[in-house]
């Protein structure tokens, strides 16, 4: 048995793919339910608690008993009711991702629950393992949404696995197809982590103007534009916010990066759920743009002042298609 035929056994997993636990909403209970039906693991993103819990039901409900379904909590947004909820709704295992994720590791373990972190490099990977991180997710820059990447996959993975010392390591960034899954796990990941594809799939709560644009784009962005509460760089395809405030190369003005860090205590305080309120306040113009992403329950006019994330890899999806269907695609 290789490593990442333990690594699924161990979780209880058929194929050795992950739905990226892409949060605000597009991680649906339908969405995450079917990926684990169909033999992955799908993921629901952090979200305020009452949709949380209902999102963790309904997949569950969807997947069966049997089958696992993880959570991806993102700091700052995580509170300890997230925790609780994962609890109660068995969650397999939890992901981690944002600057200080370690401080939630022993709440997670007090309630039973595996957690892997997001990381970089090797420096991160040794900040998660020493603060008792039972595995990590490998993240290269290819990838959508938020970023603690800072570099390629293919230079990140090698130097985190080192740092693993056996632990299993999920890598993620630049998955679109089975040859992607294939090349990751020869690399020596346990398991690949695909975002884009599955926001492509019939079952994702993104806005059809979103999944539309994604088809469309030609390239995308590593900017931090949208970055008011929460300062991390992220990939986007470009839309009307960016052709605004970003350079060619993605950078967004100083001044709106110096607000996103100081506004970072904010966060803390707005719950998830005002989010989609908030982000009706948000006009191109005015260049204050928080980390929301447009859901089927926005305006279709929110793709031009909401971020829209996406993966580098994007050019080689070319539709939308069940989930089911975008796990057999990728399975190695």
């Given at each position: 048995m290789n490593s990442a035929e333990s690594f699924c056994e161990q979780i209880g997993l058929e194929i050795p793919v992950v739905?990226?636990?892409?949060?605000?909403?597009?991680?649906?209970?339908?969405?995450?339910?079917?990926v684990s039906a169909a033999g992955g693991l799908g993921t629901v993103g952090i979200m305020g608690d009452h949709a949380f819990n209902a999102t963790l039901g309904k997949a569950r409900r969807i997947a069966g008993p049997?089958?696992?379904?993880?959570?991806?909590?993102?700091?700052?947004?995580?509170?300890?009711?997230?925790?609780?909820?994962?609890?109660?709704?068995?969650?397999?295992?939890?992901?981690?991702l944002g600057v200080g994720a370690e401080r939630w590791i022993h709440a997670l373990h007090a309630r039973g629950i595996p957690v892997h972190i997001t990381?970089?490099?090797?420096?991160?990977?040794?900040?998660?393992?020493?603060?008792?991180a039972d595995g990590l997710v490998a993240q290269g820059i290819e990838a959508g949404g938020h970023h603690m990447a800072v570099k390629p996959l293919a230079q990140a993975l090698p130097e985190i696995l080192d740092v693993a010392a056996g632990r299993p390591v999920l890598a993620a960034g630049g998955v679109a197809d089975a040859e992607d899954v294939r090349r990751l796990l020869a690399a020596g990941a346990m398991a690949a982590i695909a975002g884009t594809r599955f926001l492509l799939t019939d079952e994702s709560g993104a806005h059809p103007e979103?999944?539309?644009?994604?088809?469309?784009?030609?390239?995308?962005?590593?900017?931090?534009?949208?970055?008011?509460?929460?300062?991390?760089?992220?990939?986007?395809?470009?839309n009307a916010a960016t052709e605004r405030w970003c350079g060619r190369d993605g950078t967004a003005?100083?001044?709106?990066?110096?607000?996103?860090?100081?506004?970072?205590?904010?966060s803390r305080v707005i719950p998830l759920s005002a989010?989609?309120?908030?982000?009706?306040?948000?006009?191109?113009?005015l260049g204050l743009f928080t980390a929301t992403l447009p859901l089927r329950s926005m305006p279709a006019e929110f793709a031009d002042r909401t971020a829209l994330y996406a993966g580098e890899t994007l050019h080689r999806l070319r539709d939308i298609i069940p989930a089911a269907e975008a796990v057999a695609r990728l399975a190695p």
């Amino acid at each position: 048995m290789n490593s990442a035929e333990s690594f699924c056994e161990q979780i209880g997993l058929e194929i050795p793919v992950v739905q990226a636990g892409m949060g605000g909403g597009v991680t649906t209970g339908e969405l995450v339910g079917a990926v684990s039906a169909a033999g992955g693991l799908g993921t629901v993103g952090i979200m305020g608690d009452h949709a949380f819990n209902a999102t963790l039901g309904k997949a569950r409900r969807i997947a069966g008993p049997k089958r696992p379904i993880a959570a991806n909590l993102l700091v700052p947004f995580v509170h300890q009711s997230h925790i609780d909820i994962c609890a109660e709704q068995h969650v397999s295992v939890v992901t981690l991702l944002g600057v200080g994720a370690e401080r939630w590791i022993h709440a997670l373990h007090a309630r039973g629950i595996p957690v892997h972190i997001t990381v970089g490099d090797a420096e991160q990977a040794q900040r998660a393992i020493a603060a008792g991180a039972d595995g990590l997710v490998a993240q290269g820059i290819e990838a959508g949404g938020h970023h603690m990447a800072v570099k390629p996959l293919a230079q990140a993975l090698p130097e985190i696995l080192d740092v693993a010392a056996g632990r299993p390591v999920l890598a993620a960034g630049g998955v679109a197809d089975a040859e992607d899954v294939r090349r990751l796990l020869a690399a020596g990941a346990m398991a690949a982590i695909a975002g884009t594809r599955f926001l492509l799939t019939d079952e994702s709560g993104a806005h059809p103007e979103y999944q539309r644009r994604v088809l469309e784009a030609k390239q995308t962005l590593r900017t931090q534009l949208f970055s008011f509460g929460w300062p991390l760089p992220h990939r986007v395809i470009p839309n009307a916010a960016t052709e605004r405030w970003c350079g060619r190369d993605g950078t967004a003005p100083a001044w709106i990066r110096s607000i996103g860090r100081v506004a970072s205590p904010v966060s803390r305080v707005i719950p998830l759920s005002a989010l989609g309120t908030v982000a009706k306040l948000q006009r191109v113009n005015l260049g204050l743009f928080t980390a929301t992403l447009p859901l089927r329950s926005m305006p279709a006019e929110f793709a031009d002042r909401t971020a829209l994330y996406a993966g580098e890899t994007l050019h080689r999806l070319r539709d939308i298609i069940p989930a089911a269907e975008a796990v057999a695609r990728l399975a190695p």
